[in-house]
């Protein structure tokens, strides 16, 4: 007596691993934009920002033109962000190195603020240079909207207020200040002096470190004056 037939056909469902079509990762909101400031940062930088087009900024952060509309209506607007985005990294060193000393010690604080601010100006010299000098916008209110000068006005307040040094006007105080470290900085890059830690970014420091403590030092010479 012959037993049941043997089924020869492969069963598909149980022998064979079908395999299963990948899915496409998306990536979350802030990544999308964060990719397309990071792309186009490194275009601009290399191309320039008039010959950058946003057909480009898109393929460099991998994603579809109309995806950069949903972040940035312009190729200005992104222009701007990257912009807050160098003044909020730049403010975000300089305060981690202030706050390696203590809160009391505001010489100690301001002499970590100018080197910083020194070190991270000429370490970034050329994303500051094509996010701010290619593109100036007509509101130039410095002293008002400048993240960095607001953060040394608040210094210059506290040492004020603690008698370490006498300060009229703090407001326009930190704007000479943050134009003497500006300028520092410049000449350094005209000079051919801007690459790299070593002994001439701390000549620079010193230099600067000297004058603003000379700034900031009580005015005897009013003090003899209304004594004579």
């Known amino acids: 007596m012959s037993g049941p037939p043997t089924n020869t056909t492969p069963n ?22 964060a990719a397309l400031m ?58 981690a190195a202030m706050d390696r000393h203590r809160p009391d010690n505001h010489r100690a604080r301001l002499r970590a603020w100018v080197e910083t601010g020194l070190e991270t100006y000429l370490d ?31 210094l210059l307040k506290r040492g004020d207020a603690a008698g ?12 000479i200040l943050f134009n003497a470290l500006h300028g520092v900085a410049d000449d350094a890059v005209a000079m051919g002096q801007a690459a790299g830690p070593g002994p001439e970014r701390r000549r620079r420091a010193r230099a600067l470190n000297r004058f603003f403590e000379h700034a900031l030092r009580p005015d005897d010479d009013e003090d003899d004056a209304a004594a004579g």
């Not at 990762?25 to 990544?31: I, M």
């Not at 994303?127 to 006005?153: C, G, K, S, W």
């Open 38 to 95: 990071d792309a186009a940062e490194r275009l601009f930088i290399e191309k320039g920002i008039a010959t950058t087009s946003i057909d480009d900024i898109a393929a460099g952060a991998q994603v579809a033109k109309g995806t950069f509309y949903l972040y940035f209506p312009s190729k200005e607007a992104l222009l701007g962000a990257l912009q807050q985005r160098f003044v909020d990294t730049f403010c975000e060193r300089l305060q």
């Open 164 to 175: 370490v040094w006498e300060v009229e006007d703090p407001a326009l105080t930190a704007v």
């Open 124 to 154: 970034n010299i050329a994303l500051h240079d094509v996010v701010f000098h290619e593109y100036r916008p007509e509101d130039r209110r410095m002293r008002n909207d400048n993240a960095v000068i607001t953060q040394l006005v608040g």
């Open 12 to 33: 598909t469902t149980a022998d064979t691993a079908v395999p299963e079509t990948p899915r496409r990762r998306t990536k979350a909101p802030e990544t999308r934009a």
